[in-house]
């Protein structure tokens, strides 16, 4: 399924939390993975969810750590 995280389309499997999304993001980014235990995850509206939030098809989140 894809996502998109921080506006980029992210390909995910079913059932990934937006911990997986993320780290796909960073992966595909090739940025370094440090401190995601101290990141704050945000839905499409700026609601604060957990890394460990299902994500659904089409869904967007931001993330900042």
Known sequence: MIVKVNKEEVRIFKGATAKHAILRYILKKKMEVSSL????????????????APLKEGQSITFKI
């Open 37 to 52: 235990d101290e990141m704050k995850v945000f839905d499409s509206q700026g609601h604060k969810i957990g890394d460990d």
